[in-house]
């Protein structure tokens, strides 16, 4: 079956720190790939996604590539902010299905 | 604003009491699904629906039920609560399969079972 695995935080960071959370996957077929964030208190939100190998999905800062040969996704930013503190699930969703497959989630703490 | 809205976003109950945790959407999602989060645990499908009509279990279903009449609204019962049932109940939908079908969550209904 499909599974995504994450490394386990917390993941502490000082404002300003490079970002590396880890994500690899398991799946039949060709899955879509995604990153959610969930801040404190709130429901989950679409961070990033990709559709197929060597895409890069980017946004607010952040980037992740779909790499195929090494069944990874990781997320990383460059410059994390204390507004950046909160949970990261990395998510696939196999091609044809409604049902996605979630991480863990990895919490992130960003310290002024 | 569209979206997905859950109610209420917090409940205390006793043992043995039931309740119904609501969820509408107006995107004219096909699919809509419940999840329990828990520390440690990361989300567990509870149950999910395909279309109106159409309901299914998933991981965690027992203790819970669903029903989904309309493509709007996807309420989850609780029969007669536990204290293993404490947790943070999301709501969450999709439009159909094909593409990247990115879920959009509500915020989340938080339950204490005592």
């Known amino acids: 079956g499909n599974s995504v695995t994450q490394m386990e935080g917390p993941v502490t960071l000082s404002e300003e720190a490079f970002l590396t959370i880890n994500c690899t996957y398991t799946?039949?077929?060709?899955?879509?790939l995604f990153w959610y964030v969930q801040y404190p208190g709130e429901g989950l939100q679409l961070l990033l996604k990709?559709?197929?190998?060597?895409d890069k999905g980017s946004n607010k800062g952040f980037e992740a590539t779909y790499r195929k040969e090494t069944t990874s996704f990781h997320l990383e930013k460059g410059s994390v902010q204390v507004s950046d503190s909160a949970v990261y699930f990395c998510?696939?969703?196999?091609?044809?299905?409604?049902?996605?497959?979630f991480g863990r989630g990895t919490s992130l703490i960003v310290h002024p | 604003n569209a979206g997905v809205t859950q109610t209420p976003k917090f409940q205390v109950l006793k043992t043995g009491q039931s309740m119904t945790l609501q969820c509408a959407q107006d995107?004219?999602?096909?699919?809509m699904s419940w999840y329990r989060q828990d520390p440690g645990m990361g989300l567990r499908l509870i149950h999910y629906?395909?279309?109106?009509?159409?309901?299914d279990q998933g991981e965690v279903p027992n203790g819970y039920n669903v029903s989904r009449s309309t493509t709007e609204d996807f309420p989850l019962r609780l029969l007669s609560a536990a204290p293993s049932q404490t947790s943070v109940y999301f709501c969450?939908?999709?439009?159909?399969?094909?593409?990247?079908?990115?879920?959009?969550f509500g915020a989340g209904s938080r339950l204490t079972v005592l």
């Open positions: 969450a939908s999709s439009p159909p399969p094909g593409g990247a079908n990115v879920l959009t």
């Open positions: 799946a039949t077929g060709y899955p879509s």
């Open positions: 990709a559709t197929k190998a060597d």
């Open positions: 998510a696939l969703m196999a091609g044809g299905s409604y049902i996605p497959t």
């Open positions: 995107m004219n999602h096909e699919y």
């Open positions: 629906s395909v279309g109106a009509g159409i309901t």
